[in-house]
C-alpha cells in the first residue's frame, strides 16, 4: 500500500482564497483524521471520521474551515476565505479501527499551507 | 493550562549515549498514551502505545514506562543514532470520549 497520499504538498495562496486539502487513506481503514501543525499550537485534531460520518469536530477552528468524506477513499478540508493565521502544516491520518485502544494512526507527508 | 507536558523543550545528545524524554499529563480518565516520533518534513509515526495497565514497552532501541498513579510517562532512547534526530511527541487519549490530548514535542538533536 502506499500509505496515506495527501495533495497538494504545497500550497501559498493569497489572503481570503478558497483552499481545499485533499487525502486518500489507506485502504480499508475505517478512520480517517485531520490534523493541524504549528510550532507555536503543536499537534492540533481538527476532525475525524468513522465509516465516512464526521464522529469529532470539536477542533474545528471556525466555519471557514470545513471537511467531507464522500467515500471511504476520499476526504477533503477547505478553508474559506483562508487568513494567514491558516499557515500550518496540515495532516491527514487513517486508522484501522480507533476504538481498539492498541490502534495506531498512519499519517501521510502533510500538506504545507502559506497564506499571504 | 495543555494537558500535557513535555520536557525537555530540546536536547542535544552525542550519538552512542542514551537519554530520556518526559511526558506528565492531567488527562483523567485515560484511555492510553502514545509516543510518536516525528522526523523534519515528515507525518509522526506511531513508536509505542500503552494502556493505563501497562508499564513498559518497547520498539527496539525505543523504550517507553507509563506511571498512572503519578500520571507521568518517560521515552528511553538507548544507544542513540544520527537517524534519532526528530521530535518525540506524547499523545493521550481521555477515556470515554477518545479526545486527545497533545504534547507540543521534545526536539532531539543527536551529533556525531
Known amino acids: 500500500d502506499a500509505g496515506v497520499i495527501q495533495s497538494p504538498r504545497h500550497e501559498v495562496t493569497e489572503m481570503g482564497q478558497e483552499v481545499t486539502l485533499r487525502c486518500k487513506p489507506i485502504?480499508?481503514?475505517?478512520?480517517l483524521f485531520w490534523y493541524r501543525q504549528t510550532m507555536m499550537r503543536g499537534l492540533e485534531l481538527l476532525i475525524y471520521f468513522n465509516n465516512n460520518v464526521p464522529i469529532d469536530d470539536s477542533g474545528m477552528p471556525e466555519d471557514r474551515f470545513s471537511a467531507k468524506m464522500p467515500n471511504a477513499s476520499f476526504s477533503t478540508l477547505k478553508i474559506q476565505p483562508s487568513e494567514p493565521r491558516d499557515s500550518a502544516v496540515y495532516f491527514c491520518a487513517s486508522s484501522l479501527d480507533w476504538d481498539s485502544p492498541q490502534e495506531t494512526q498512519y499519517f501521510g507527508p502533510g500538506t504545507r499551507l502559506l497564506v499571504l | 493550562k495543555n494537558q500535557v507536558e513535555q520536557s525537555p523543550q530540546s536536547l542535544i545528545i552525542l550519538e552512542g549515549k542514551n537519554c530520556t524524554l518526559q511526558c506528565n499529563y492531567t488527562v483523567s480518565p485515560f484511555s492510553n498514551l502514545r509516543w510518536y516520533k516525528q522526523d523534519t518534513g515528515r507525518g509522526p509515526v506511531s513508536l509505542t502505545i500503552m494502556t493505563f495497565s501497562e508499564n513498559t514497552k518497547s520498539n527496539g532501541r525505543y523504550t517507553a514506562t507509563l506511571d498512572a498513579d503519578t500520571k507521568q510517562s518517560s521515552l528511553h532512547i538507548t544507544a542513540s543514532q544520527l537517524s534519532d534526530s526528530a521530535s518525540y511527541i506524547c499523545v493521550v487519549t481521555h477515556y470515554g470520549n477518545n479526545r486527545l490530548a497533545f504534547g507540543k514535542g521534545n526536539q532531539v538533536v543527536v551529533i556525531p
Open positions: 485502504s480499508g481503514h475505517d478512520y
